[in-house]
């Protein structure tokens, strides 16, 4: 592919040594998103959901298909085929077996909008992933993903939550449940 560009994205912190943000700017890379990097104790966090929202642990086929229609048009991604559904699914059910981990599912009015997952390990439940659909979002749906994923990870022992979120989504909601800010990652698109 003569001509074809490589697009790299790089993520920063105050902790990179040296500073790659300098660099990756005189190189002339595009700054494109910032997370704030979130921890909270678990115990003591009450999110208020509306009454019109649910959310559940992801275990079906057919809950794995409503988290792929979630996150294609969230994160602009290619849809699964089948064969990456069934994948999909053999992680998440070896995630629930093994008390590693869960994805879960947020519905506004039974209709699938939201979605997120979680790691546990050494006490620590790990947040990521979530996504809300844009004509969903301020409904409470992230904030019942959220609530179901700090309670399946108390389940299982963890007693401190860590997340990044995007500034522009996330972050102000995980601030209003109580959660530290301990800085934030700037990412950066850079063609090569």
């Not at 009454?51 to 290619?78: G, H, S, Y």
Request: negative net charge; aromatic residues 6%.
């Amino acid at each position: 592919m003569r001509g074809a560009r490589l697009k790299l994205t790089f993520w920063t912190n105050a902790s990179d040594d040296p500073d790659l943000e300098d660099e990756l700017q005189r190189r002339g890379a595009e700054h494109i998103d910032t997370v704030a990097v979130f921890a909270r104790p678990i115990d003591g966090i009450a999110i208020e959901v509306p009454d019109d929202v649910t959310a559940e642990l992801v275990r079906t086929l057919e809950q794995v298909r409503e988290v792929d229609a979630i996150n294609v048009p969230v994160w602009k991604q290619d849809p699964l085929d089948e064969d990456g559904l069934r994948a999909e699914l053999a992680e998440v059910t070896d995630g629930l077996e093994t008390g590693e981990g869960a994805r879960m599912l947020a519905r506004v009015d039974d209709v699938a909008v939201s979605t997120g997952g979680c790691t546990v390990i050494d006490g620590f439940v790990r947040l990521w992933g979530a996504a809300t659909l844009p004509e969903a979002r301020g409904r409470g749906a992230y904030r019942a993903v959220l609530a179901e994923r700090l309670r399946h990870g108390a389940a299982l022992g963890a007693t401190t939550a860590i997340v990044k979120g995007r500034i522009s989504t996330s972050a102000p909601i995980l601030a209003r449940a109580g959660f530290t800010h301990y800085g934030d990652e700037r990412g950066y698109l850079l063609e090569v």
